[in-house]
């Protein structure tokens, strides 16, 4: 039996150009634990018929992509958070969360609000064993995004998952402001200034070298951030 209805949370995906299977594999799971508001930003036109009435019997809410003109590539992974921090206002907590990496099983928000800690940004490291200069992709992402002394300063540091974000309006609005739109670092041109991870990227960039290792807080001027090792 689903939950009751409520407007207290809110769970955020991305969803361009994906099969109907994507769409119900990720929203029917998440309905069965979750009452509070789920919504997808997506390319409205392009969503076929089969989908559209999916979110209606799920109480989905469907928006359309601020970055409609360009919603390809880095762009796209990064001014979500912008979006979902306009969104996020009307609640006490978000997740933003990547469509095709995640199966629920229950109700992701309690861990993160009362009796637990609460805390404005809620990040989570990915395999423990793995540091960021040990992980292929990644490593390769901040080199090219911030060149090799960067990765050097933060190749033991854990690798932020930018696909499972919790934060309250004001930690989307902090992400909105801090996540740059384009690196600094020539190979990023060179590379034709666009990749996959690139909102992973900056966000370790953003974080600097000392905030962000596993199971610790941080204090920005605007937000309490806490990082949960362990995975996500």
């Not at 979902?84 to 978000?94: K, R, S, W």
């Not at 990023?188 to 200034?193: N, R």
Request: some cysteine; hydrophobic content about 40%; glycine content about 8%.
């Amino acid at each position: 039996m689903p939950p009751e209805p409520h407007h207290r949370t809110a769970v955020f995906g991305v969803a361009v150009n994906y099969p109907y299977v994507t769409h119900a594999l990720f929203v029917v799971p998440l309905r069965m634990h979750f009452g509070g508001d789920i919504f997808i930003l997506t390319i409205l036109d392009t969503l076929p018929l089969e989908v559209v009435e999916l979110y209606a019997e799920q109480r989905v809410i469907a928006r359309n992509m601020a970055c409609l003109k360009d919603c390809t590539g880095a762009s796209l992974v990064v001014k979500r958070f912008v979006q979902i921090a306009d969104l996020c206002g009307a609640y006490e907590m978000c997740l933003s969360v990547d469509l095709r990496d995640v199966l629920f099983q229950a109700d992701p928000f309690p861990m993160v609000l009362p009796p637990n800690p609460v805390h404005d940004l809620v990040l989570h490291c990915e395999d423990d064993r793995v540091p960021l200069g040990a992980s292929h992709f990644n490593r390769i992402w901040m080199g090219l995004c911030y060149g090799g002394r960067f990765m050097n300063e933060v190749s033991r540091r854990c690798v932020i998952n930018s696909g499972v974000v919790f934060g309250t309006s004001r930690a989307f609005n902090f992400l909105a402001e801090q996540l740059p739109t384009n690196c600094t670092h020539r190979k990023f041109e060179e590379s034709g200034g666009t990749f996959h991870g690139k909102d992973q990227t900056t966000l370790r960039f953003r974080l600097g070298t000392d905030a962000a290792a596993e199971g610790c807080g941080a204090s920005y001027p605007s937000i309490d951030l806490f990082v949960k090792g362990g995975g996500a």
